[in-house]
C-alpha cells in the first residue's frame, strides 16, 4: 500500500462518526492484551513494568487501541507468573508501585483510552495470607475458604482429578494430614467458591479496583470456579491418545472439575459488582465448546459481558471449519449477547507461528472484520514469532512440569520488539527471556516506515474500523465458503462491505450464482490492487484478503 494511502485512510478516521447511542465502548473497541513482563522495561532489570507500559501509550494510541489489558500485575511469588496471587490490592514491585498504577491509568484515560485487570479468582498463590490460615490447623475459621479432603483409604487420592500442569490435582498436607486441590500449579490452592466468606471478600476485590476507575476485568479460567461437590471422579476421554500413567490433563474430560451449573450464580454476582459502576466490563476466560460458552452470558444479560470465544485460537485452519464455527456462533448468541473474537494470547503459540507470516495478514483480516470485539495480543501486529527457548532457559511452570511435550509458553511471552538496537529497545539489562534473531528486522522501528509492513497493515485495519461504522457494528451476513474461502458481508445503512479471504496459498475464485457483486477494493493483503474495481467473479492469490466497498 502507497504511504500517502495509509496516510489518507489514517487522516479520515479521525473526523468523527457519530456512535450509535445503542453501543458501548466495549461493543466499538478493540482490546490490546499487554503481558506486563514483556512490554518495556524503565528500569534496566530486564523485566517490563508500569512505568515501561507508560512509555509506550503514545504507540497505542497511535496504533488505534481503545483499551489495555494488563496481564496480572499484583504482588505473587511468581510460580506461574503473577497468576499465583499473594495480595489481591497491591502492585509487585517488580512492575512498580501503586502510584505508578494511578499516574498509568490516568494517563490511559487521558488518551481517551480504557484499561482492564486480569482478575484470577479461582486460586491464590500459597503464599497468600488466606491460605497461610486456612493449611495452620483444621479449625481455622479459614479452613473451609480452600478445598481439603481426608481422601480415601490408606491414604489414596480423593478422586482422579489431574492438575492443567501435569500430575495429579491433589497436594498432601504433612501439618493438617489432608490433600488441598489444585487445577494448576500446589502452589496455586483452588478455593472454596461455595463458601459466602469468599465470594464476599472477592466481591470486595473486585469494588477496590473498580473504586480506583478501572473499566474492568477479565476473570482467569471463569468456567473453573465451581467444583463437583461430590468430588466425583472424570471419565476418561473416549480413544485418548495418552498414556493414564502420564497423569496428562487431558486424558479426562472434566466434566465434574469445571462447568459446573452453580457457577453461573457467581458470574452473576460479579456482574452485578460490575454493573454499580459506569461503563464497565466483565470478560470471561472460558474454553468450552460453542453451546456451553454462550451460556456464559447469563439469562437476561446477567452474566459476563464476553464469555472470550477462543475458536480462531483452537479450531483447524481450514475455511469450510472456520466457516461454519462462525456461523454456529452467530446462531448461539443470546438475543442480546455481543460477539467477540481472539486471535492470540500468553498461553497459546503466536498467530505467526501457527499460520505463518502471510496467512497471519489473512487472519488479522478476519479477525478486525468479524462482527464484534477483537482482541490483539501484543506483537501480533509486527508479525512476533515464537521464540525457541533452551530447555536450561525454560521458566514457565508448564513447559517445566511437561518438557517432553514442547508445551512452554515462554516462546509466546518474549520481549516486544521495539527497534533494531540492542535488545530490541525493550530493556538496559538481561531480558528476562531471549529474543529472536530476526528482532533487528522485525520491530516497530522499522515497520513504521514501511507501508507494506504487517504493523502498517494492522494500523489501517484499525482505522478502517473506525472509518466504516459497518465493520463495528454492522449486520454480518455469510456470502461464500468452499475449501479455501471465506466471504461475508458486513453492513449497515451507509456502507456495504464484502469480505474475501482465501486461507489458502493456491489461487481461488468466487463466481457469485445469485447476487450481482459491484464495488472498489479499499484494503488488500496486495497493497497493489487497491483501488481496483470489481465486477461479480473475484480472483484471489494465495495468502490474500481483501475488502470491497459495495455499490448499493
Not at 503514545?58 to 503473577?82: E, N, R, T
Not at 456462533?329 to 502471510?358: I, K, T
Not at 514501511?450 to 478502517?464: E, G, I, K, T, V
Request: charged share 25%; hydrophobic share 35%.
Amino acid at each position: 500500500m502507497a504511504a500517502t494511502k495509509i496516510e489518507a485512510t489514517i487522516e479520515a478516521t479521525k473526523k468523527a462518526y457519530p456512535e450509535e447511542a445503542s453501543h458501548l465502548w466495549w461493543q466499538t473497541g478493540i482490546i490490546y492484551q499487554i503481558y506486563p513482563r514483556s512490554f518495556q522495561d524503565s528500569n534496566g532489570d530486564g523485566i517490563g513494568d508500569l512505568k515501561g507500559i507508560l512509555q509506550r501509550l503514545d504507540y497505542l494510541q497511535w496504533l488505534g487501541v481503545d483499551c489495555v489489558w494488563l496481564s496480572p500485575i499484583y504482588p505473587s511469588p511468581m510460580a506461574d507468573f503473577g497468576y499465583d496471587i499473594s495480595d489481591y490490592q497491591g502492585i509487585h514491585p517488580l512492575f512498580g508501585t501503586m502510584d505508578d498504577f494511578d499516574e498509568l491509568l490516568e494517563a490511559v484515560h487521558n488518551r481517551g483510552m480504557k484499561l482492564i485487570l486480569d482478575l484470577v479468582p479461582n486460586h491464590t498463590s500459597d503464599q497468600h495470607p488466606w491460605f497461610l490460615e486456612s493449611r495452620s490447623s483444621r479449625d481455622n475459621p479459614k479452613r473451609d475458604w480452600y478445598i481439603w479432603h481426608d481422601g480415601g483409604e490408606n491414604g489414596a487420592l480423593p478422586n482422579n482429578w489431574l492438575s492443567v500442569f501435569g500430575g495429579h490435582a491433589w497436594e498432601w498436607d504433612e501439618i493438617t494430614q489432608q490433600y488441598y486441590y489444585h487445577a494448576f500449579l500446589k502452589e496455586q490452592p483452588d478455593l472454596n467458591w461455595r463458601n459466602p466468606q469468599v465470594q464476599e471478600a472477592m466481591m470486595n476485590v473486585m469494588h477496590f479496583w473498580l473504586k480506583k476507575g478501572v473499566d474492568g476485568f477479565r476473570v482467569d479460567v471463569m468456567w473453573h470456579m465451581i467444583k463437583d461437590d461430590q468430588l466425583r471422579n472424570n471419565p476418561t476421554v473416549p480413544d485418548s491418545p495418552f498414556d493414564p500413567k502420564d497423569l496428562i490433563y487431558e486424558f479426562y474430560d472434566p466434566v465434574y472439575s469445571t462447568d459446573q451449573p452453580e457457577v453461573h450464580e457467581i458470574v452473576r454476582m460479579m456482574r452485578r459488582v460490575t454493573n454499580q459502576y459506569t461503563d464497565r466490563l466483565l470478560i470471561g476466560e472460558i474454553y468450552l465448546p460453542i453451546h456451553k460458552l454462550v451460556t456464559y452470558y447469563g439469562a437476561d444479560r446477567s452474566g459476563a459481558h464476553l464469555p472470550f470465544n477462543f475458536q480462531l485460537l483452537t479450531l483447524p485452519w481450514e475455511a469450510e471449519q472456520i466457516a461454519r464455527a462462525i456461523d454456529e456462533y452467530e446462531g448461539a448468541l443470546p438475543v442480546d449477547g455481543w460477539p467477540n473474537w481472539v486471535l492470540g494470547n500468553h498461553d497459546q503459540p503466536r498467530v505467526a507461528s501457527r499460520l505463518g507470516r502471510s496467512q497471519a495478514r489473512v487472519a488479522a483480516m478476519l479477525l478486525l472484520t468479524l462482527r464484534g470485539t477483537p482482541t490483539i495480543y501484543y506483537g501480533d501486529e509486527i508479525g512476533m514469532r515464537d521464540v525457541p527457548i533452551p530447555q536450561d532457559e525454560v521458566v514457565d511452570p508448564q513447559g517445566l512440569n511437561m518438557p517432553d511435550r514442547n508445551v512452554s509458553r515462554d516462546p509466546a511471552r518474549t520481549p516486544m520488539q521495539w527497534t533494531p538496537d540492542e535488545n530490541a529497545g525493550f530493556t538496559d539489562g538481561k531480558p528476562w527471556l531471549r529474543l529472536p534473531h530476526s528482532f533487528r528486522r522485525v520491530n516497530v522501528e522499522l515497520q513504521k516506515d514501511d507501508p507494506d509492513s504487517m504493523l502498517a497493515f494492522y494500523r489501517s485495519l484499525l482505522a478502517l474500523r473506525r472509518r466504516h461504522p459497518a465493520l463495528q457494528t454492522g449486520t454480518y451476513t455469510p456470502v461464500y465458503s468452499d475449501k479455501q474461502l471465506i466471504a461475508y458481508i458486513r453492513e449497515n445503512e451507509k456502507d456495504r462491505l464484502l469480505i474475501v479471504l482465501n486461507l489458502s496459498h493456491r489461487p481461488g475464485y468466487i463466481r457469485p450464482q445469485n447476487e450481482n457483486f459491484k464495488g472498489e477494493i479499499i484494503i488488500s493483503t496486495e497493497s497493489e490492487r487497491i483501488g481496483l474495481r470489481i465486477e461479480n467473479n473475484m480472483m484471489l492469490s494465495g495468502d490474500e484478503g481483501l475488502i470491497v466497498r459495495l455499490e448499493r
